[in-house]
């Protein structure tokens, strides 16, 4: 699937047997010759494997930021929020996220481990920094040419409440 950065590094893609990508010239050959990218569509009946490594770069790509800053917490007004039970009641539990800005707000005690997925399915193979408890944690998601909903996944001992 055919992202926006100017370059992309081997790193991001899992492998550093491939060489750094211009966006720019990759996009004038893919005009004239097409391109060996998945399509969205194809991408969905793709193996697991290549779902798993398409939300790894994709959340590398776009890029999927997070960030704690001091503070107090947003207000939740005129945003839709679940509350995730902590410990192995929220083990499986999965948040569907939209582009934009997401809030993760773990109860006070150890942070929580996030992870995301798109087209990966059983696991989230797009891992976030942890989410400190008792702060709030935003989660930025940039818009682009996929309607497919990315799915966050929250690991912690408390509670979390994450709103959208």
Request: glycine fraction near 10%; charge should be negative.
């Amino acid at each position: 699937m055919t992202t926006t950065p100017a370059s992309l590094a081997p790193d991001v893609a899992g492998t550093g047997s491939l060489a750094i990508v211009d966006v720019g010239p990759y996009l004038e050959v893919a005009r004239e010759n097409g391109t060996p990218a998945y399509s969205v569509e194809e991408l969905a009946r793709a193996p697991q494997v290549a779902r798993h490594q398409a939300d790894v770069v994709l959340a590398w790509a776009l890029p999927v930021s997070t960030a704690t800053p001091g503070g107090g917490v947003v207000p939740a007004a005129e945003r839709r929020c679940v509350v995730l039970a902590g410990g192995g009641a929220s083990r499986y539990t999965e948040v569907p996220l939209s582009a934009g800005l997401t809030t993760i707000e773990p109860a006070p005690g150890p942070s929580a481990d996030l992870a995301l997925r798109r087209f990966a399915e059983g696991e989230f193979p797009a891992l976030l920094d942890p989410a400190p408890g008792g702060a709030v944690t935003y989660l930025r998601i940039p818009r682009d040419l996929a309607a497919r909903p990315w799915h966050l996944h929250v690991e912690a001992s408390q509670r979390a409440r994450v709103c959208t």
